[in-house]
């Protein structure tokens, strides 16, 4: 069985190593200046904007902790889908924040803090965003080749997680540092349709073992209304819900960099909008399809005739991270197999890439720049961007081994993230929508939205805090970061006026 | 909301999940091809 899973893994890993070369050759353009390599040119369409909207955001590691969730959760995680359609439907609807920030021309996010409220803020902002960012993917490599290398064992494949770890990082690497952001955008068109279908596929082959009512069935008897209603689970709850609607919509789609960054790159401001709008339905499509990959895992493991209970239980705490991968082994014939694995390869890459590129862009252009006096040194930028690349995936491989939170990997990507997003949806729409902002309110702000640090779990154990919620620091947070904006913005805009009068 | 009430709205979700991915993944290809194709 080993051989012919791996035949086929080398045959369609070839037909997407020769695909990528095709669709690169003569269009990655490496001296198109720093508009080139930072935002493609700025010159998207809507086909190739939805698709990197929807292939950045759809990685291994989303599909991975989305089955974890579903697993874990049943049917009441689709609440997280729902949610983040509400979200970036509000976002394409009116083009909340993305609209006008393409307005302002900017190649990087912290580009417009200099613009808004100053060079230090910039600096400040992009130092912030980058460390919730970069925490934020800590966990991508080691979950992706756990996830990876469990689908494979199945089939008798005994991979090293530690080697697969590096060799995915390498590759990723590699070809980000190649072509700057027109080299991850074209790929993500062709990323985007093969992880489609291999979701697609893996859905209808693994409802014709386990029907959607039977999976409802086991669900039902095993978890009750709590796996399907998510006011009723546990793990969620109304704070939760109003909680996801701001992190997995709003924030995913308007205010998270890798997601902003993509509006900064399409041709007009109307396309923005219509992008956003279409994309929201993928927005829903990437939390609930891989979800209910995890519901069907834990079906086919509690059905006591396919999936044999052991394989799971030798997995011990991680049982419910690798359910889906081993069912996905044990239930499919190898060359749909090889041909599933290609294509989580691909969504690994199409998220890593873009995360790699984003933060380093930002840690090159709007830390090292202003303060090295680089910012228009398009070798530098380049030279930097690659370095800081480098340096951020030997960073992952290290965190990957050695962080051990408690939490489920989409609550930690969560709390990881909002390091950045408390303070920065508060920069992003008081800055673009309040003429009254000032810098003092923006330094105040970043200084506050800092605090929701306290709810990564290793902190929150070690403050005695492990009885408050994740979503509770992080909307107070969020109210700390505002109030500090509003009160340091009036504060310093009075003193000006007083200022103003006296002289 | 009854628990019928939840099945039925995670299967609607559901569908139109998979139908999202399936249609938006031939639009992407269909102008992505149109494109190289003019090109």
Known sequence: MVDSTYLFLAIFTLAYVIAILLAHRGRAQGDGGLKEFFISGRDLGLGTAIATLGATEIGLITIAYNAQKGFNEGFSAFHIGLAALIGCGFVGAIGFVVKPMRRTGVLTLPEFYQQRFGRDIRIFGAIVMALGGILNMGLFLKVASVFLAAMLSVKGADVNVN????TLIAGAVLYTCYGGMRSVIITDIFQFVLLSAGLLIAVVYLTNLVPLGEAISIVRENKGIGGFDPFANESFGLSYVLWMILVAGVVS????PTALTRALCIKDEATVQRAYL???VIFLARMVVPAFLGV???SYFNTGTLGPAEMLASHGSDADLVATPLMLGHAMPGWLLAFLAVAMFASFMSTQDSYLFCWASILSRDVLGPIFGTVENEQAQKRGTRIIIVVIALYELYWG???EGREDIWDYLAVSGSIYFCSGIVLMVG???WKGATRRGALWALILGFSAIIALSPIKIALGLEGVSSPIIGFAAIGLSLLGF???SLSEGRGARKTEKRA | MSIEGWITLWSALLWLSAGAFGLVSVYVA??????LVRK
């Open chain 1, 253 to 256: 789609a308007a205010i998270w």
């Open chain 1, 278 to 280: 279409i994309a929201s």
């Open chain 1, 296 to 298: 069907l895992a834990f």
């Open chain 1, 431 to 433: 800055g673009l929508y």
């Open chain 1, 486 to 488: 509003v009160i340091g």
């Open chain 2, 30 to 35: 269909i102008r992505t091809v149109g494109v």
């Open chain 1, 401 to 403: 081994l050695i962080y």
């Open chain 1, 163 to 166: 080697i697969l770890m590096v």
